[in-house]
């Protein structure tokens, strides 16, 4: 499928004046040419880890619908390209981001009706373009978003689509939209109170209150808080030693956690899939890792020996 139809079958695009503003972005997205600055989502690959950055920091990285198709185009690749083992999610000009271009919202007439219905595929497969643009992707490997500066509003969104945040320790994240009248349609009222519990969750959705990193952490929406002007190198760090883990096994348990979260309907049936889903991983990868711990690798609770090498 390509991207083009991925958008129009989301977005159900009737007005035609449209059309060309969505098959140029598709091809910007394919053209990694152009100066860095003149990109609105920059990727980058070092080692196992592939970078997604968005590049609007003179609107605070606020996502338009050309930013959207460019993240879940970024996602995608991601997603396909086997020497990439995880990703890690941030914004450029110190902020991850403010949430969604109000200003195309209030000057596009009718832009929130002519988004589809939510379809989101399979974990690894195709999935439809959200209005943040990946939110609606199950992705196979795991991805760690920087948080700086504001992750509010959609831009929080976007931060609970990653499996884990490293926060700065002056980031703000809220419900911001909560002012104008602008609902979450990227996950956040799946995610977030799945993530930290109802309670905690409808006291941020309801408020629209700021959180702080401290609170965040405390909360369980942050996973690590770090100083100022380090979550990226901190996230990229993180991201390294995840990737230096047996990769089969990693993804099969990550899986089952997903599952047992949003799609099981009894804790019998998450065994089952827990079961069905990592017994093959002994033969493929647990024998091998078995054999370096007779031979004295990891013993004492050591994890020396499975620091990237970078």
Request: with cysteine; net charge neutral; aromatic share 8%.
């Amino acid at each position: 499928m390509s991207l083009y139809r991925t958008w129009r079958i989301c977005f159900k695009v009737g007005n035609p004046g449209w059309t060309p503003v969505l098959v140029m972005s598709a091809r910007k997205m394919s053209d990694t040419s152009g100066k860095t600055e003149d990109r609105l989502v920059v990727t980058e690959k070092r080692g196992g880890v592939f970078l997604i950055g968005i590049n609007r920091p003179h609107v605070r990285n606020c996502v338009n619908h050309h930013t959207a198709l460019q993240l879940f185009n970024a996602f995608q690749t991601f997603e396909n390209d086997e020497t990439s083992l995880a990703a890690v999610f941030y914004g450029r000009g110190g902020t991850f981001c403010a949430g969604y271009d109000l200003k195309e919202v209030a000057s596009t007439a009718g832009v929130l009706e002519d988004i589809g219905e939510a379809e989101v595929g399979p974990m690894g497969g195709e999935a439809q373009v959200g209005p943040m643009g990946p939110s609606r992707m199950q992705l196979s490997k795991p991805v760690i978003a920087a948080v700086d500066g504001y992750a509010v509003a959609g831009g929080m969104e976007l931060a609970l689509f990653a499996d884990l945040r490293v926060v700065e320790d002056d980031a703000i994240m809220g419900v911001f939209c909560r002012r104008f009248g602008v609902p979450l349609l990227d996950g956040g009222t799946v995610r977030l109170p799945r993530l930290i519990g109802l309670s905690r969750a409808l006291d941020l959705i309801l408020t629209g209150r700021p959180i702080g990193a401290q609170e965040a952490l405390e909360f369980g929406l942050a996973n690590r808080v770090v100083p100022k002007g380090t979550a990226l190198e901190a996230a990229v760090e993180l991201a390294n030693q995840i990737a230096a883990f047996p990769q089969e096994c990693m993804r099969a348990d990550r899986r089952s956690a997903y599952h047992g979260m949003f799609d099981s309907g009894s804790f019998a049936e998450s065994m089952k899939f827990e079961f069905r889903h990592g017994k093959g991983i002994v033969a493929k990868e647990s024998v091998k890792g078995a054999k370096r711990f007779t031979e004295g690798v990891g013993r004492g609770g050591s994890f020396d020996q499975f620091k990237p090498k970078l």
